[in-house]
């Protein structure tokens, strides 16, 4: 399955990076605002906000914060007028990375990104220098340790998924990962969940079609980088095609 070994193994910083809930509950405020604005205020019919009020009953942002973001997408509130905005560069090692970002000031954005690159072992490229070798692709993983789940196996997870758009499985350490089309993301979600299955985390991620083998010093950079790039308020999502083996992760992480 392309691209979910990083995205797998990414989920061992991820400790570090929910420990900061004021920044993930600013980023995902951001984008409540800005799917509100695109495609309306009716998660009925705006499949992009219904994902982004999904990650935030999920965070636990209370309904009056909620409320507000909503109200300044749909123009009935002052403020919510962020672009977005995406950054292309390279990190050690050559790995690619791509960086989504919701702005209210661009210029203030590209000096972030820019030093973020700069000081931690990367170069910022120019537009289209790194996207070609990524494709948009809804992902879903399930913990198979949860009570909830322990009974998943590949042959449940497709009976389930195959009348809503599920296209590859895999498994890697009691956790299973589900690639989909991102128009049917939720769709499969919903599915999923149905059956009672809770998925450990959802979203339409950047999958790329090649991965970098990285270790020692150039991981230890990268991951200095991409939590450089992740800490900018400005900053979405980051997704590289970075692959670290097993032994090199811990290692990384002890």
Known sequence: MSGHN????VKHRKGAVDAKRSKIWTKIIREITVAAKIGGDDPASNSRLRKALDD?????????????????????QEGGDYEELVYEGYGPAGVAIVVESLTDNRNRTYGDVRAAFNKNGGNLGTSGSV????KKKGQISFDQLENQNKDINEDRLL??????????????????FIQCDPETLL????????????????????????????????AKSLFKLIDALE??????????????NEAELQKLMD
Not at 160 to 165: A, D, F, K, P, R
Request: with cysteine.
């Open 6 to 9: 990083k995205w797998s193994k």
């Open 56 to 76: 935030a009953r999920a965070s636990n942002i209370s309904k009056d914060t909620i409320s507000r973001a909503l109200a300044k997408g749909s123009g009935n």
């Open 131 to 134: 996207c070609f070798s990524f």
């Open 159 to 176: 009976e389930i998924g195959i009348e809503h758009g599920i296209e590859e499985v895999s498994n890697e350490e009691n956790m299973w």
């Open 187 to 218: 769709v499969l979600k919903d599915a999923f969940m149905g059956a009672g299955l809770i998925p450990a985390s959802s979203e339409i991620a950047m999958v790329p079609d090649i991965v970098v083998e990285v270790s020692g010093d150039n």
């Open 231 to 244: 800490d900018l308020d400005d900053v979405q999502h980051v997704w590289s095609n970075e692959d670290v």
